[in-house]
């Protein structure tokens, strides 16, 4: 959960772990958000990317997720990866997720809209975001944190344009480690 100032008025907005490590602390932010209401509280979901928002929106969706499964969702796995997730249809990986067992991660499969995801974000990705997206979630599924892979992706030069490229470079270095 972070606190944004917007015009001296705090509104605590609760983000995803990739949004957080993405934010600096007294640096301007867009975040698009998305506001549920309750008898009890009216709660702010935020995100630095409109795909983010869009998968947040999606897994609400599917029955048994509500935000706080969504927002652990997405701080385990980019939503490149998701996607290559639904396609492959993966339970295995979305087990490893804190908090999803075998059944929920078989209904998030059965229930989830991919496609519509796809079709929507894939306008939304440049070459060069993709193919470190690309990368992103490669690292992903060979067992690194997000907190290591997005340290790792920032290292990397932006005359490196090909995925399989920034893999090369990230594997060496985190080799070294």
């Known amino acids: 959960m972070i606190t944004l100032d917007v015009r001296d008025i705090g509104y605590e907005i609760s983000v995803p772990l990739p949004t957080c490590l993405r934010l600096t ?25 409109p795909q983010e ?27 490149p990866a998701f996607i290559d997730i639904l396609q492959e249809k993966s339970v295995d990986f979305l087990v490893k997720i804190p908090g999803i067992g075998k059944k929920t991660a078989e209904r ?12 929507e974000t894939s306008g939304l990705r440049t070459p060069l975001n ?9 690292l992903i599924r060979l067992g690194y944190s997000v907190k290591e892979t997005d340290a790792a992706l920032k290292r990397v030069p932006d005359s490196v344009t090909q995925s399989d490229e920034i893999l ?9 480690w």
């Open 25 to 49: 602390i007294g640096q301007p932010i867009l975040l698009h958000t998305h506001l549920i209401v309750r008898e009890d509280a009216h709660t702010l979901y935020g995100f630095t990317e």
């Open 53 to 79: 928002k869009l998968l947040f929106q999606q897994l609400l969706r599917v029955s048994g997720i509500g935000p706080k499964s969504a927002l652990t969702i997405m701080s385990g796995v980019s939503v």
């Open 108 to 119: 998030i499969l059965v229930d989830f809209d991919g496609k519509r995801l796809i079709s």
């Open 130 to 138: 993709a193919a470190k997206e690309d990368a992103h979630a490669a």
């Open 168 to 176: 090369k470079l990230i594997l060496k270095e985190m080799a070294k």
